[in-house]
């Protein structure tokens, strides 16, 4: 592997990005640096945001420069504001060994009038978008009929944008003779329109495939029926209990929507697009790059100056029709050597968009299941636990307190004073899960080949609609339900608990009032007596084979944590 040194790079450059903490060349930069410093003419970049692109064309257009001659000489352009203020950053930063240079961002939403005092004294590098660098052409405060080097930076987001024919114009104003650097994610049409009209015989840099999506990004996918999309949104985040994500939304409007009911159900969120002033859009974009926001709710063009490294995950909440925007949303994690992963939640209808993506970026994604509430819930209380273990501990601070909390609590075992603690972050997760319906998962094949594969496979549905049991197993209805704060967990615990031996349990589904439960079928008989005469409180537990049917009365009382008994036997519900 090559050193900035061995590229070419002058050593007042080597020094600031050492002091940067650069400390070799990444590979779109061994590719780019000695093309550009042997003064190729022009040249396609193919390379997604975070592979260090900037200082690839960065490093060399500083050393290009010749301070001695002020005026412009290299042109960036770039979609956005965020975008052009990022770059030009990183422009002063690698140059801060070099005297005299001048980096000029360029960009709408600011003063024109600075601009153009900057421009009257001199620079020598424009950063820019491109509808204000054509306001200032027109004013004639700047002139690009000396520039000798032009890169188009994320030229597809520029093409998206709308800025092909800006990008035309802006090109007619520099000299003929010049050279071209072309960065891109992907490779559109389009592109290769531009690059056969404004280049000659480029040099073609690829890093990473063709239109393929980073390595280190997986894809996965959730498929769940439309009107489920948030409650699945919820899910997913709960069970990543460190996610640091950003949600892409389709509209302004739905992206508003899905902030605003985070924020409701008590999520760090909040929302990025253009309905919000540029100041509100620098607030939250600050907020989220300091992490003071765990997720961003984005639509795609409000979220394209966003430059974090450390996005852990992309949720598409719901998928983009132009895939070349997926491929962008995905490029936001899994940057800068860390991994990341990219997360669809997608009804039904949206599958063939999958296979589409799956051959755009080469690379397959997987299917999951939509996590339930008692994984969720074992994810987050490991986590915490986890966090516990690792936190740091001031123990200067707490010292001079610690004999009063302990006189308080002596009373209490440690593993109460553990399951308080637990119990005091986790009470209404756990509550919220044991009332929440688990998400049904669409059927993906269509009712014809759903029906034959019924068909094939043994219909589980009896004639009148009830579930038959799978083979070896009875089904049995016990008189409690949803309503009562049954969940799965619980109702195998509490029948674990008082039929002696294990009790293997197959399936189970919860309705309001009542459930049903799978058991092997030598073993129906012994759970259905155990049960017999039992009572939770001052009602009777009716628990027997499902055919024959018997509905229930209403409950009174939850039973999820109450004591249940055999009229004489009280004992503690676990869960
Ligand atoms: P970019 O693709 O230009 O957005 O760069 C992505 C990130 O990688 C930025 O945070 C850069 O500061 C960082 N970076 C660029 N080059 C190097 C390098 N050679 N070594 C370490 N980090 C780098």
């Given at each position: 592997?090559?050193?900035?040194?061995?590229?070419?790079?002058?050593?007042?450059?080597?020094?600031?990005?050492?002091?940067?903490?650069?400390?070799?060349?990444?590979?779109?930069?061994?590719?780019?640096?000695?093309?550009?410093?042997?003064?190729?003419?022009?040249?396609?970049?193919?390379?997604?945001?975070?592979?260090?692109?900037?200082?690839?064309?960065?490093?060399?257009?500083?050393?290009?420069?010749?301070?001695?001659?002020?005026?412009?000489?290299?042109?960036?352009?770039?979609?956005?504001?965020?975008?052009?203020?990022?770059?030009?950053?990183?422009?002063?930063?690698?140059?801060?060994?070099?005297?005299d240079?001048?980096?000029?961002?360029?960009?709408?939403?600011?003063?024109?009038?600075?601009?153009?005092?900057?421009?009257?004294?001199?620079?020598?590098?424009?950063?820019?978008?491109?509808?204000r660098?054509?306001?200032?052409?027109?004013?004639?405060?700047?002139?690009?009929?000396?520039?000798?080097?032009?890169?188009?930076?994320?030229?597809?987001?520029?093409?998206?944008?709308?800025?092909s024919?800006d990008?035309?114009?802006?090109?007619?104003?520099?000299?003929?003779?010049?050279?071209?650097?072309?960065f891109?994610?992907?490779?559109?049409?389009?592109?290769e329109?531009?690059?056969?009209?404004?280049?000659?015989?480029?040099?073609?840099?690829?890093?990473?495939?063709?239109?393929?999506?980073?390595?280190?990004?997986?894809?996965?996918y959730?498929?769940?029926?439309?009107?489920?999309?948030?409650?699945?949104?919820?899910?997913?985040?709960?069970?990543?209990?460190?996610?640091?994500?950003?949600?892409?939304?389709?509209?302004?409007?739905?992206?508003?929507?899905?902030?605003?009911?985070?924020?409701?159900?008590?999520?760090?969120?909040?929302?990025?697009?253009g309905?919000?002033?540029?100041?509100?859009?620098?607030?939250?974009?600050?907020?989220y790059?300091?992490?003071?926001?765990?997720?961003?709710?984005?639509?795609?063009?409000?979220?394209?100056?966003?430059?974090?490294?450390?996005?852990?995950?992309?949720?598409?909440?719901g998928?983009?029709?132009?895939?070349?925007?997926?491929?962008?949303?995905?490029?936001?994690?899994?940057?800068?050597?860390?991994?990341?992963?990219?997360?669809?939640?997608?009804?039904?209808?949206?599958?063939?968009?999958?296979?589409?993506?799956?051959?755009?970026?080469?690379?397959?994604?997987?299917?999951?299941?939509?996590?339930?509430?008692?994984?969720?819930c074992?994810?987050?209380l490991?986590?915490?636990?986890?966090?516990?273990?690792?936190?740091?501990?001031?123990?200067?601070?707490?010292?001079?307190?610690?004999?009063?909390?302990?006189?308080?609590?002596?009373?209490?075992?440690?593993?109460?004073?553990?399951?308080r603690?637990?119990?005091?972050?986790?009470?209404?997760?756990?509550e919220?899960?044991?009332?929440?319906?688990e998400?049904?998962?669409?059927?993906?094949?269509?009712?014809?080949?759903?029906?034959?594969?019924?068909?094939?496979?043994?219909?589980?549905?009896?004639?009148?609609?009830?579930r038959?049991?799978?083979?070896?197993?009875?089904r049995?209805f016990?008189n409690?339900?949803?309503?009562?704060?049954?969940?799965?967990?619980?109702?195998?615990?509490?029948?674990?608990?008082?039929?002696?031996?294990?009790?293997?349990?197959?399936?189970?589904?919860?309705?309001?009032?009542?459930?049903?439960?799978?058991?092997p079928?030598?073993?129906?008989?012994?759970?259905?007596?155990?049960?017999?005469g039992?009572?939770?409180?001052?009602?009777?537990?009716?628990?027997?084979?499902?055919?024959?049917?018997?509905?229930?009365?209403?409950g009174?009382?939850?039973?999820?944590?109450?004591?249940y008994?055999?009229?004489?036997?009280?004992?503690?519900?676990?869960?």
């Amino acid at each position: 592997m090559s050193t900035f040194q061995e590229l070419g790079v002058m050593p007042e450059i080597q020094q600031a990005i050492t002091e940067l903490g650069f400390e070799q060349p990444m590979p779109v930069q061994t590719e780019v640096i000695p093309q550009l410093l042997a003064n190729t003419r022009d040249i396609i970049a193919l390379a997604q945001t975070g592979t260090g692109k900037t200082a690839a064309f960065g490093i060399p257009i500083i050393q290009k420069t010749d301070v001695k001659h002020l005026s412009p000489q290299t042109l960036i352009l770039c979609p956005t504001r965020e975008l052009c203020l990022q770059i030009a950053g990183d422009l002063t930063d690698y140059s801060t060994y070099v005297k005299d240079i001048k980096i000029l961002p360029v960009y709408g939403g600011s003063s024109i009038e600075s601009q153009i005092r900057t421009l009257k004294r001199g620079v020598h590098i424009i950063v820019a978008t491109p509808g204000r660098l054509i306001d200032l052409i027109k004013r004639k405060t700047v002139s690009l009929s000396n520039v000798h080097t032009m890169v188009l930076d994320e030229a597809d987001e520029m093409l998206n944008m709308g800025f092909s024919e800006d990008i035309d114009e802006i090109l007619s104003y520099l000299p003929q003779e010049r050279s071209m650097l072309l960065f891109s994610a992907t490779m559109p049409k389009e592109i290769e329109k531009i690059t056969r009209k404004y280049m000659q015989d480029p040099k073609e840099i690829t890093i990473g495939r063709k239109n393929e999506g980073a390595q280190s990004v997986r894809h996965i996918y959730y498929m769940v029926h439309a009107k489920d999309k948030y409650l699945a949104l919820k899910r997913i985040v709960d069970y990543y209990p460190n996610i640091y994500g950003i949600v892409f939304c389709r509209t302004r409007k739905e992206t508003q929507e899905i902030a605003d009911k985070l924020l409701q159900d008590g999520y760090d969120a909040d929302s990025l697009h253009g309905d919000l002033s540029q100041a509100q859009r620098d607030f939250v974009m600050g907020k989220y790059r300091n992490h003071n926001l765990q997720l961003l709710v984005a639509t795609d063009v409000a979220a394209r100056g966003l430059d974090v490294d450390d996005v852990t995950h992309i949720v598409n909440f719901g998928l983009p029709d132009d895939f070349e925007i997926y491929t962008h949303r995905s490029g936001r994690t899994g940057r800068a050597g860390k991994t990341g992963t990219s997360i669809s939640i997608i009804h039904t209808k949206e599958k063939g968009k999958v296979t589409q993506i799956e051959k755009l970026i080469n690379k397959k994604f997987e299917k999951r299941e939509i996590p339930k509430g008692d994984v969720i819930c074992e994810k987050q209380l490991f986590n915490f636990v986890d966090k516990i273990e690792k936190v740091k501990v001031n123990e200067a601070e707490i010292e001079r307190l610690l004999p009063s909390i302990f006189r308080k609590l002596e009373w209490l075992e440690k593993e109460d004073i553990i399951k308080r603690i637990v119990s005091l972050e986790f009470n209404r997760l756990i509550e919220y899960y044991q009332q929440a319906e688990e998400i049904e998962e669409p059927q993906e094949s269509s009712r014809r080949n759903r029906e034959e594969s019924r068909g094939k496979r043994g219909d589980n549905r009896q004639e009148n609609g009830a579930r038959k049991p799978e083979k070896g197993y009875a089904r049995l209805f016990i008189n409690v339900g949803k309503m009562d704060g049954v969940n799965p967990a619980s109702l195998m615990g509490f029948i674990n608990d008082n039929v002696k031996g294990k009790v293997p349990i197959g399936r189970i589904d919860l309705m309001k009032s009542f459930s049903f439960f799978e058991v092997p079928e030598e073993l129906a008989g012994k759970i259905v007596n155990t049960f017999r005469g039992m009572y939770i409180e001052d009602r009777k537990l009716v628990v027997q084979l499902a055919q024959e049917g018997e509905r229930p009365e209403k409950g009174k009382k939850k039973f999820f944590g109450n004591d249940y008994g055999n009229k004489s036997k009280k004992k503690k519900f676990r869960y």
